[in-house]
């Protein structure tokens, strides 16, 4: 089992539609969350980060974290061509490691 | 946020040759940072943890004598690949991590490394 899992995709949805993507991890012990965006040939760029179970919004990007099922999503409204890009997952390793683990990411196709 | 650069972004070397990366940190000081690399198509993967002042932390299957990493100062880590062979070329990027909150990391811009 991956430590951080993620559908490839792509994940294709039209303009202005609400995109999810969605994230599951192993490691029970892990506290921090974060959701990266990279476009092709650059290096991701954080998106948001989240701690806490629930919901947490930022413009037209919401994260939302369950960790009694330990999963994590992303939702953006008013999806945008300009938002087509890979979605990185990555999950801070528990017991102190300081490491980040990232999913395979899930690459989003918003059509005009 | 933080602002994290490499250089070069790209370099293109014959195999057997060593080639170095630098990633800076340019508006704060980072007493750690970290070593990615990313394959196409696949995710990153951690390659090490470079430590200011001390030995790196290398990531299981990495071979430290391969990828010799040097964090010198707090605001400048390298990592050289040495004797580099094809199957080395891939995307490296380095990241560290933010002052407000050590868990958010900032990732410099990556360089792109092709041995011929």
């Known amino acids: 089992q991956k430590e951080v899992e993620q559908n490839s995709g792509p994940l294709s949805v039209p303009e202005g539609a609400i995109a999810s993507l969605n994230c599951t991890y192993s490691d029970r012990g892990s506290q921090s969350f974060f959701w990266y965006r990279q476009y092709s040939g650059k290096s991701p760029e954080l998106i948001m980060f989240i701690y806490s179970n629930g919901d947490k919004e930022d413009g037209r990007f919401t994260a939302q974290l369950n960790k009694a099922s330990q999963y994590v999503s992303l939702l953006i409204r008013d999806s945008q061509p300009s938002d087509s890009a890979t979605y990185l997952c990555a999950v801070l390793k528990g017991g102190g490691a300081d490491k980040l683990i990232f999913g395979t990411g899930t690459r989003l196709q918003v059509f005009p | 946020g933080a602002v994290v650069s490499q250089h070069p972004s790209w370099v293109i070397c014959k195999s057997g040759t060593s080639v170095k990366i630098e990633c800076r940190s340019l508006d704060f000081q ?3 940072m970290f070593w990615y690399r990313q394959f196409p198509k696949q995710s990153l993967m951690l390659m090490a ?13 990495v071979e430290k004598d391969k990828f010799l990493i040097n964090h010198a100062s707090l605001t400048l880590s390298t990592l050289t690949v040495t004797s580099a062979h094809p199957e080395d070329s891939s995307f490296y990027i380095c990241s560290a991590p933010s002052l407000q909150s050590t868990d958010t990391q900032y990732f410099g811009p990556g360089t792109r490394l092709t041995v011929l």
């Open chain 2, 49 to 61: 943890t470079s430590n200011e002042g001390s030995k790196a932390t290398y990531e299981q299957g």
């Open chain 2, 30 to 32: 980072a007493t750690t």
